[in-house]
């Protein structure tokens, strides 16, 4: 089965309110194996719902459409869809008596428009809305399928989750779905997609999404079968070859962020992680501490951003930054290796660079970045161009810095 949604409301045209029912409703339809083909934002208008309303029913056999179903004159959905499907529209004593009975409840006395929240479309059944007023509607139409849910969202998901989801389950083959989410640092997207879509093309019954984000790539792959044995066999036989394919560029197969892994492994070592950070200003500690329990390897960090601070809290020769500049790899490992010793940490990781627009150090592009590494081994630098504006290039850098203590550990 394929489903429309079509969002009703004048204010999720504008700027400053976004359609965030459809996004949760299309990942409830997902589950279920129902595939959302089209959605549509339509204003409080009669005639342009309703024609909505027909245009998805000659395309889908699930139609649901939220908003527009509150007391005002501008609550249009109840009669656009009576009009798309030439019903009537029916009074139901009980649904007024409950909006009246919730109105006591909070010692009001219902005001006559709500009387409007009471109508039915002919032949709908009633949703119980047991977190506003205005209840949805079922409504069958040969063989298809119409829902109207309420626009709040905290109205809409407990009201499809309970009323919406059982009813649809009973009509749909049984599916079984198994999913896995791998992720990929240091690798842009084109060519992972490259290395991989030869494995996955072949798997018409499961769908691989690729979502990359500044230094990583989430691959998430969604079997979808008859029985359960099956969807997990291709869930695990393509996760296999991806796996191969990716090697030591994936760094999780559950989800999990690069912090998380990395905090992990220092864990298991019982290793501790001190940083330095200056062109990312305390991003890469954030990311850090993000994870619970980042305490138990985590010390803490420098944020020294200009290069004074470097020689005053990490006592880095002045003549060092001088003939060096501040971008260079003999800084980014002076930084890693100061805030090891100041720390005693076993390792520590410093990130310098220029994130742009304009860069302040005469010769650097901005985008350049150093990350240092200080182990009980070594102290070693990588470089790196990145790509993007300012914030990318931060995000890029904490990222590249969790990526090269992960290879290291
Ligand atoms: P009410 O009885 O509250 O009027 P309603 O069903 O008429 O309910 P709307 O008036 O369309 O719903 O929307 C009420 C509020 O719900 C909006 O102000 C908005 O904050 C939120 N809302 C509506 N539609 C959406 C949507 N598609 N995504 C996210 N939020 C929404
Ligand atoms: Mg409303």
């Known amino acids: 089965m394929n489903a429309e949604i079509i969002a009703v409301g004048t204010e999720l045209l504008g700027a400053s309110r976004l359609d965030t029912n459809s996004l949760f409703l299309t990942d409830g339809l997902n589950t279920l194996g129902v595939e959302v083909t089209r959605k549509s934002v339509v204003g409080d208008d009669v005639v342009r719902v309703a024609d909505a309303v027909r245009a998805a029913l000659d395309q889908a056999g699930l139609v649901i ?44 006395k219902m005001v006559e428009i709500n009387k409007r929240q009471a109508f039915l479309i002919a ?25 109207l849910l309420p626009g709040p969202p905290n109205e809409l998901k407990p009201l499809f989750e309970t009323e919406c989801v059982p009813r649809l389950t009973a009509r749909l083959p049984q599916q079984f779905i198994r999913t896995r989410a791998f992720r990929v640092a240091g690798m842009p997207e084109s060519d992972l997609d490259q290395l991989i879509a030869p494995a996955y093309r072949p798997y018409t019954s499961v769908t691989t999404t690729i979502l990359a984000a500044a230094g990583d790539i989430q691959i998430h792959l969604r079997a979808r079968c ?13 996760g296999q070859k991806i796996e191969e394919l990716l090697g030591d560029r994936l760094y999780s197969r559950n989800g999990d962020p690069l912090e998380a892994v990395v905090g992990s492994m220092l864990r298991e070592r019982g290793a501790s992680l001190a940083v330095a950070e200056s062109c990312t200003g305390g991003l890469l500690g954030a990311r850090l501490t993000d994870v619970p ?7 803490g960090g420098f944020e ?65 970045v150093w990350v240092g590494l200080a182990t009980p081994e070594t102290v070693r630098a990588s470089l790196f161009h990145l790509p993007g504006n300012r914030n990318r290039v931060r995000e890029f850098a904490v990222q590249a810095a969790l990526n090269l203590l992960r290879r290291a550990l």
């Open 65 to 108: 459409l939220s908003g527009g179903l509150g007391p005002t004159e501008d609550d249009v959905t109840r009669d656009a869809v009576a009009l798309a499907l030439g019903r009537g529209l029916e009074f139901s004593q009980a649904i007024a008596d409950q909006i009246e009975a919730r109105f006591a409840q909070r010692r009001r």
């Open 293 to 299: 329990g980042s305490s138990d390897y985590f010390v």
């Open 123 to 147: 032949g709908a059944i009633k949703l119980d809305n047991h977190n506003g007023t205005a209840p949805g509607q079922w409504i069958e139409h040969g063989d298809q399928i119409l829902m």
């Open 226 to 238: 008859a029985n359960e044995s099956d969807a997990l066999d291709q869930v695990e036989e393509l």
């Open 304 to 368: 020294v951003y200009t290069d004074a601070m470097k020689t005053r809290l990490l006592g880095i020769d002045a003549r060092l930054i001088a003939s060096e500049t501040a971008v260079s790899e003999a800084v980014a490992n002076a930084m890693a290796r100061g805030a090891r010793e100041k720390t005693g940490a076993t390792h520590a990781l410093s990130v310098t660079g220029e994130a742009g627009p304009q860069s302040a150090t005469p010769g650097v592009e901005p985008g350049t």
